[in-house]
């Protein structure tokens, strides 16, 4: 785990000494800056990364009960770290363009075990999707691109190294996060041909961290808008604890 703990420590990077205030979202369409302002109280540090803590169950073949630790940093990176079903303990993770997932059952028995180009793609992929839960990396100022298609229907686009990501969100009167979808790469039906598919899920519970108010709750998954969700949808989590590295 020494290299876990040294791209935990790479992704650790101080926030800008800058504090949201809502006059930063004057050119952004309406149903934007509704996002934002329900997101990010003003005065909040612009974090651009976070440690966060939470737990829920994870489809391998049956539910399993999880808890897991994370350093998030949207732009860069994550890693994170599990114990799944009390025996199967490892993490995934994303950092100069490498992905990679190493798990194992009691640390002995190898159950999963992969990197490479398309691993790493997908990797890139979570690691941006994840910035709901850090909403201050989402803002202009880090590169990320706004529109809205509707009142309740706003897409942010950026990159993170290689790979393009465009978040589809769906949000409700107030501002805040119903559903989110985008194109990740990967390979869900274990065929093994990677390409793009839909992945996203529904959003069940809101908290409030440090001045942000975040998805701490949701269903996620692959095919999600399409009528294979019931089958790709793999991770139910509960957000404890969100730490903006500050």
Known sequence: MSGIKEIEQSLLRP???????????????????RYFVAAIAPGTPLAACARLRM??????????????RQVLSPHLGFVWAARAGGVIVGSDSYFDGKGLMDW???GLITVAHAKGADVSRS????????????PTALLPRFGVRWSAEASDRITAAYSLGDTALELHLHIDEAGRLVDLVFDRWGDPDGSGTFGEHPFGGEITGYRTFGGLTIPSAGRLGWHYGTDRWPDGEFFRYEIVDLDPFI
Do not use: M
């Open 55 to 68: 737990k829920g169950r994870l489809k391998v073949k049956g539910w399993l009960p999880f808890r897991a």
């Open 123 to 134: 990797a890139a992929g979570r690691a941006g999707s994840e910035a709901i839960w850090l």
């Open 15 to 33: 926030a800008e000494r800058a504090y949201f205030s809502p006059d930063e979202l004057d050119r952004l369409p309406e149903p934007v800056r």
């Open 104 to 106: 194992k059952v009691a």
